[in-house]
């Protein structure tokens, strides 16, 4: 496995769109450091310069507000899309404090979403504290009449499934949607295609026989398990 891989899929078992840097270089293997001329002694700074010109557009250096970080390629109003799908009726203060963006690049991406309507403030009753959520639109229960085109609803039960998480699992996905194989391997290279979604590959030692064929095979041979949602919406 590459380096570039090895990263994604720390993040994907860790579960978040992106880490602290120390704590990325601290799990880097020995064996890909020496690949870079690198040791477990190498500072912070040396490993970025070695590793970022290796790395795919599925992954950036971003400063955040106390540390540099490394994450998926994604929109900051992505991220905090994703996170309200996590935990709705947050003030603006409780959202920002649990990402990791500087305030004027948090408050560019909320204001984003606002005005294109995918969130919406309520005042809460008793402290008047205006509190973030995603208009019920977008619900976890959703009417598939609802959705209009196969990757609407592909869209939707990606959020279903996914209960803001920025990785899903294929097979939970097709199983959801019990789609034709055909239909569902349409719709997913489809979105693919349009840069809305990523897949990636990971330990298929962590799946049964019937989760691995419900994943993705690519024209190339790959077995694709986890798809990535990088499309607003």
């Not at 880097?28 to 001329?37: D, E, V």
């Not at 499934?161 to 990785?167: I, M, N």
């Not at 959801?176 to 990523?198: H, P």
Request: net charge positive.
């Amino acid at each position: 496995m590459n380096l570039n891989q090895y990263l994604l899929d720390l993040l994907q078992k860790k579960r978040k769109n992106y880490a602290t840097w120390r704590i990325v270089r601290d799990a880097i293997p020995m064996n890909h450091l020496k690949s870079h001329g690198l040791a477990k002694s190498s500072s912070l700074k040396a490993v970025r310069e070695a590793i970022e010109p290796h790395l795919s557009k599925d992954l950036i250096f971003f400063e955040g507000r106390r540390t540099l970080y490394l994450g998926l390629n994604l929109s900051i109003d992505q991220v905090i899309f994703n996170k309200l799908h996590q935990k709705n009726h947050l003030s603006s203060k409780q959202l920002q404090n649990q990402l990791p963006y500087k305030n004027t690049d948090f408050i560019a991406g909320l204001n984003k979403l606002l005005k294109e309507q995918k969130v919406t403030c309520e005042l809460h009753p008793k402290t008047h504290v205006p509190k973030l959520f995603i208009p019920k639109q977008n619900p976890e229960k959703w009417d598939k009449r609802d959705c209009g085109s196969d990757e609407a609803l592909f869209q939707a039960a990606f959020h279903t499934v996914g209960k803001g998480r920025q990785f899903v699992r294929i097979h939970e996905i097709r199983d959801f949607l019990n789609w034709s194989k055909d239909r569902f391997n349409k719709t997913l290279e489809s979105l693919k295609s349009a840069l809305v979604i990523q897949l990636q590959g990971g330990d298929p030692k962590l799946l049964s026989k019937e989760e691995l064929e419900k994943s993705y095979t690519d024209t190339k041979g790959r077995l694709r398990i986890i798809v990535n949602w990088i499309g607003n919406g």
